[in-house]
Structure formats: C-alpha cells, structure tokens
C-alpha cells in the first residue's frame, strides 16, 4: 500500500449549521440592503457620476466645435470659439446643476408620507 502525503492538513467535513448560519446571513443582510435603500447605491452612484461627466464635457466640446466652425465660416477669428465655448460649459453646469436637484425617485414605488 502506497500512501499519499502531500503535506496538507486533511479537510474536516462541512458542518451543517456552519452553512445554514452562512445562507441565513446572506438572506439578513439583502433583506437589510433593500429595507435601507442601500443596495443600488453604488450602481446609481457611478451612473449619476458618469452622466455628470459626459455633460461636461459634452457641453465643452459641443461649444468650442460650434465656435470653430462659425469662426472658419464667417472668418471672426477666435472670437465665437470662446463665446461658444464659454457657453457651452455654462449650459454643462446648468444641466448638472439640474441633475443634482432631482430628487431621487422611490425604489419600489411606495411613498411613505405620514
């Protein structure tokens, strides 16, 4: 008979109530999650934070194009790319401004006025 050691402590078997404790743990803390309203946080978070982002810079590049071409087109010089472009992060921010005004809507649709 040839034995194989490979060095390694042997697994003691699962325990049951280890695993029931595991699974009810996970249940409470989801149950907790969505009674708090914490469980979209982060997603919503960084969906919020990448909106916030690409307005700003959608205004920003929208304007100095438009800026840029009116000035080829009617030969002004730089003056309608800063005007334009002065614009177009003024109109970014307003749109930010607006989205961070909304309030947030109910998750599951139920208002708990008293």
């Known amino acids: 008979m040839e034995e194989k050691e490979s060095g ?10 280890l695993d029931s404790l595991e699974q009810r743990l996970e249940r409470a803390e989801t149950a907790e999650a969505k009674r708090t309203g914490r469980a979209p946080a982060a997603d919503a978070n960084e969906q919020l934070g990448n909106r916030v982002l690409s307005t700003l810079i ?20 730089h003056v309608l790319l800063i005007v334009f472009l002065v614009l177009g ?26």
Do not use: M, N, Y
């Open 89 to 114: 992060i003024v109109g970014g921010f307003w749109s930010i401004f607006k989205l961070a005004s909304q309030k947030p809507e109910a998750a599951d649709g139920d208002d708990q006025r008293k």
């Open 58 to 77: 959608g205004g920003l590049v929208g304007g100095a194009l438009i800026g840029w071409v009116l000035d080829r087109l009617f030969h002004t010089g």
């Open 8 to 17: 390694q402590v042997p697994k003691l078997p699962e325990d049951a109530r």
